[in-house]
């Protein structure tokens, strides 16, 4: 009687550790699928959105240079519908420009 009674138990036992492992390898492959669908979401959202995107950013970047460049000039006493602030304006421009020249620039650091 103790051997089946041993017996049942090793056999519930076994029972449990390989329902364990078949709902491990369903979990397993249920979070491999849904980081796979997610990356394809996301990946579809670039291509489609991704060039707007890109405009919006540039057009914010315009515009805050063209917000910092009326607040420069306007310090120094340069009106934005004066014929200075074109030339304060490049000035700025130019500045900007050879700043990020320096920052690509891998000899400078």
């Known amino acids: 009687m103790m051997n089946t009674v041993k017996s049942i138990k090793i056999s519930r036992t076994l029972a449990v550790l390989v329902l364990v492992r078949k709902v491990a390898s369903c979990v397993g492959s249920a979070a491999f699928l849904f980081a796979a669908a ?16 890109a405009k919006v950013a540039e057009l914010q970047t315009a515009q ?7 607040a420069f000039c306007r310090k ?9 602030f074109v030339t304060c304006a490049d ?5 900007r420009r050879r700043h990020a020249e320096r920052l690509s620039d891998p000899g400078v650091l």
Request: proline fraction near 3%; hydrophobic fraction near 45%.
């Open 64 to 70: 805050e240079i063209e917000n910092e460049n009326v």
């Open 38 to 53: 997610s990356l394809a979401i996301v990946t579809l959202y670039m291509v489609v959105n991704g060039p707007q995107s």
């Open 91 to 95: 000035g700025l421009a130019d500045i």
């Open 76 to 84: 120094l006493g340069v009106d934005q519908d004066s014929a200075k």
